[in-house]
């Protein structure tokens, strides 16, 4: 993957031709990328970047706060350093303009098309509970099956709440107990009840399934869009 830093506007020579360079090698890695159906990390980071061109777009003064900054003078009595920002050319402002016009279009084309693709997949993720789930569901196991995969990847997954900017967020975890082939005459119920009786801290583990009909990366794909649709179930069976 070909990574575009976030300050990539603003850091080292302004220069269209040169900025424009940069955004079409990063567009064209991750145009790759979503050709192989590979979502993740490319998806997050395009997200990132639109939003933040946008905001910028939007407010110019955060032009002033994206631009690195150098020690004008010190005054040492008062310990205190003062800064100069760099940028106080109308000409470089113009160049900056040109740059963000070209690049929010392409990065928005672009993420379209990731949307479209982790939509696609989403839609060809089945997902269920295996038995009867119990009250706590924050914690338990997690069965991926991947298309046409002989394998059964099975995690043990835990949600969590954090907070942020006085917002409150889900999270959560997984770990990778094993993967399994399934046995003759072996059902997914009979390995939820061997995994309670392994692990002893959880006797009546929540225990869901996801099923893949389509094929597509486990790591970059499967497991993040699965672990997304899994906090949604729990919360729905809630509700």
């Avoid at 040169?18 to 050709?35: D, P």
């Avoid at 002893?200 to 970059?220: E, G, Q, R």
């Amino acid at each position: 993957m070909k990574s575009l830093h976030e300050n990539w506007l603003t850091e080292g020579l302004i220069d269209y031709e040169y900025k424009k360079y940069i955004l079409l090698a990063y567009l064209q890695s991750t145009k790759k990328a979503f050709e192989k159906k590979e979502v993740y990390p490319h998806l997050n980071d395009l997200v990132f970047h639109y939003r933040n061109l946008t905001k910028i777009r939007d407010n110019k003064a955060i032009y002033y706060e994206n631009f690195p900054q150098t020690i004008s003078h010190a005054d040492f009595k008062k310990l205190e350093i003062v800064y100069k920002q760099i940028i106080d050319d109308d000409e470089m402002m113009k160049v900056i303009e040109e740059i963000l016009y070209f690049a929010l279009p392409k990065l928005k084309n672009l993420l379209e098309e990731g949307k479209e693709i982790y939509e696609f997949i989403e839609e060809n993720i089945e997902i269920a509970p295996i038995g009867i789930t119990p009250l706590y569901s924050d914690e338990g196991y997690f069965f991926l099956k991947p298309h046409e995969y002989t394998e059964t990847y099975i995690f043990r997954y835990k949600i969590s709440i954090f907070e942020a900017s006085d917002e409150r967020f889900q999270g959560i975890n997984t770990e990778l107990i094993e993967k399994s082939k399934k046995r003759i005459g072996e059902t997914y119920e009979m390995k939820k009840l061997a995994l309670a009786k392994q692990f002893k801290y959880l006797p009546n583990p929540a225990t869901f399934l996801a099923v893949s009909n389509i094929a597509c990366p486990v790591d970059a794909t499967l497991l993040p869009i699965s672990k997304r649709m899994l906090v949604r179930t729990i919360n729905a069976m809630r509700a």
